[in-house]
């Protein structure tokens, strides 16, 4: 089925190290998202993509780093994991191109936890 | 700057009443409004999206919601609650054309409807 597909959906961390979450849509959308989601404070941007090898910041994005290598994969990393990190992180992506008025195509999560 | 302000954390209806969710916005421009739903452990899915036109739109389920201009808000309804309805729903905005058609999310609203 067409979507967006996020990798891993679990994962525990110990403090200091690093991962990278794997978000990939087959729907041929230009625009991706990262979002994190904490109780109580909804969904908020951490880093997008308008388009393969562009990346920009959005309102959390410190520890994180991005890339969009290819148009339909983007990689949320964190370098040096920290307790605050602990959260639900969900990918989107946007399209297609020239009709992005539409809804953002959510996957199912990532539910990290750093202890 | 956009914001988006659900002002209940919890809705709670008993089946077959009507049910109302609040979203209030603020932005610079023209708004695009949209409503999500989250099912546990699920991702965000799309319920429906104000535009243009027609300040009433209805969408998925039996929903429908309110553009109020004046008010800036947009209400989400269903005339008759099911218990299936219980789940997370977020309210979203963004700014017609603006780069990189960035979603600002509320904080969401647990609704719970009892037999």
């Known amino acids: 089925n067409a979507g967006v597909t996020q990798t891993p959906k679990f994962r525990v961390l110990k403090t200091g190290q690093s991962m990278t979450l794997l978000c990939a849509q087959d729907?041929?959308?230009?625009?991706m998202y990262w979002y994190r989601q904490d109780p109580g404070m909804g969904l908020r941007l951490i880093h997008y993509?308008?388009?393969?090898?562009?990346?920009a910041k959005g309102e959390v994005p410190d520890g994180y780093n991005v890339s969009r290598l290819k148009k339909q994969n983007f990689l949320l990393g964190l370098e040096s994991a920290a307790p605050s990190q602990t959260s639900v992180y969900f990918c989107?992506?946007?399209?297609?191109?020239?009709?992005?008025?539409?809804?953002?195509?959510f996957g199912s999560g990532t539910r990290l936890t750093i202890v | 700057a956009q914001s988006v302000a659900q002002p209940e954390d919890q809705v709670n209806v008993a089946e077959g009443n009507p049910l109302t969710v609040k979203c209030t916005y603020s932005?610079?421009?023209?708004?695009?409004l949209f409503w999500y739903v989250q099912y546990p452990n699920r991702g965000l899915q799309f319920l429906l999206k104000?535009?243009?036109?027609?300040?009433l739109v209805k969408g998925s389920y039996g929903f429908e919601a309110e553009f109020n201009k004046s008010q800036t808000s947009f209400h989400l309804k269903k005339p008759s609650a099911l218990v299936s309805d219980s789940a997370l729903y977020f309210c979203?905005?963004?700014?017609?054309?603006?780069?990189?058609?960035?979603?600002?999310f509320g904080g969401g609203t647990r609704v719970l409807v009892k037999p």
């Open positions: 989107a992506s946007n399209g297609p191109t020239g009709l992005t008025i539409y809804g953002y195509t």
């Open positions: 729907m041929n959308h230009e625009y």
């Open positions: 993509s308008v388009g393969e090898g562009t990346t």
């Open positions: 932005v610079s421009g023209n708004p695009y």
């Open positions: 104000y535009i243009t036109g027609d300040n």
């Open positions: 979203a905005v963004r700014v017609a054309k603006a780069a990189g058609n960035k979603l600002t």
